[in-house]
């Protein structure tokens, strides 16, 4: 059965770890900016690199191609993966958040902004340019794509809504009841449907 093979002592505030395309590396992110990101070789877990960054990180993504890690750090900070440079930062307003990337890696889609002015912002990831942004909307907390990415459901205090991924214009938003606080969306398998629930201490529902 499984064995455990070897251990590795995670930086403080680890929250989450991410592996490139060929399963060689490990990225363990850190809400510490000291140690926003620390990186391991996957077979060995030997440390080879820390990234410190000017701020604690709050998600990340590595793009499906393989070419960048992604990084809620305050802005959108991109890493190229073959030097483990910085190769561009991104402003989408205030406290970048959720990050997630299309299939294709080609747009990267934020939710930034104080609590009451949330927004997605989509990045083309050759430019490294906001193309797109939704309207503010007060507690936005997450997103998937859903139906063969053609289209994005955004989860809002007491609100879901749709979206384009093209262009990020509200295709039709409802209220689902209960309200939530700080809901997280997760895809049903099958592609049609999602779970949504809150994660804040004022709920804990699902719907």
Known sequence: GPS????????????KVLQDGTGDTYYILSNRASQAVTVLDANSLEQLLVIPLGTGIADGAVTPDGRYLLLSAGALV??????????????????ARKIIVNRASTFAYVIGGIRSQRQIHAIDLETFEVVAETPETDGLSDMVLVEGESLMVGAAE??????????????????????????????????????????GRQSNNSS
């Open 4 to 15: 455990q093979e070897t251990t590795f002592t995670a930086p403080l505030d680890a929250f």
């Open 158 to 199: 007491s609100r879901m809504i749709l979206f384009s991924p093209g262009n990020l214009t509200k295709i039709v938003d409802y209220e689902p009841a209960p309200d939530f606080t700080e809901p997280v969306v997760d895809i049903i398998p099958g592609g049609t449907r999602v779970l949504v629930r809150g994660t």
């Open 78 to 95: 991109v890493i190229d993966l073959k030097s483990l440079e910085i190769v561009d930062t991104v402003s989408v307003g205030v406290s």
